[in-house]
């Protein structure tokens, strides 16, 4: 398993931005699909976006698709997902995920999971 911490959440107002790290202690992480996921309060976890290990392809739900970006710097082993024009209804924890190689984007998939980092909209 990797180890993954999640950075950079915090209380925001809407219409705010805010960038989230995941530092993966991992020699061989630039072969792994990075995907974050968040659940809400009294809500499931949800997909949110993910990134194959060159960076090349990104996969975004629909919910954040245009407002969210998801990139990744191999060399420093840590994802990120900017997050601008945020809603309350993206109030949530976020979680960073890695798996091996393949692009998907259900959460069952993904073999290592952060702890996860909150992010509360205000607005």
């Known amino acids: 398993q990797v180890q993954l911490a999640e950075s950079g959440g915090g209380l925001v107002q809407t219409g705010g931005s805010l960038r989230l790290s995941c530092t993966a202690a991992l020699r061989t992480f630039t072969t792994y699909t990075v995907a974050w996921f968040r659940q809400a309060p009294g809500k499931g976890r949800e997909f949110v976006a993910l990134i194959n290990w060159s960076g090349s392809s990104t996969v975004y739900a629909y919910s954040v698709k245009g407002r969210f970006t998801i990139s990744r710097d191999n060399a420093k082993n840590t994802p990120y997902l900017q997050m601008t024009t945020l809603k309350t209804e993206d109030t949530a924890v976020y979680y960073c995920?890695?798996?091996?190689?393949?692009?998907?984007?259900?959460?069952?998939?993904?073999?290592?999971w952060g702890q996860g980092t909150q992010v509360p909209v205000s607005s």
């Open positions: 995920a890695t798996r091996y190689m393949s692009i998907v984007s259900n959460e069952n998939q993904y073999t290592s």
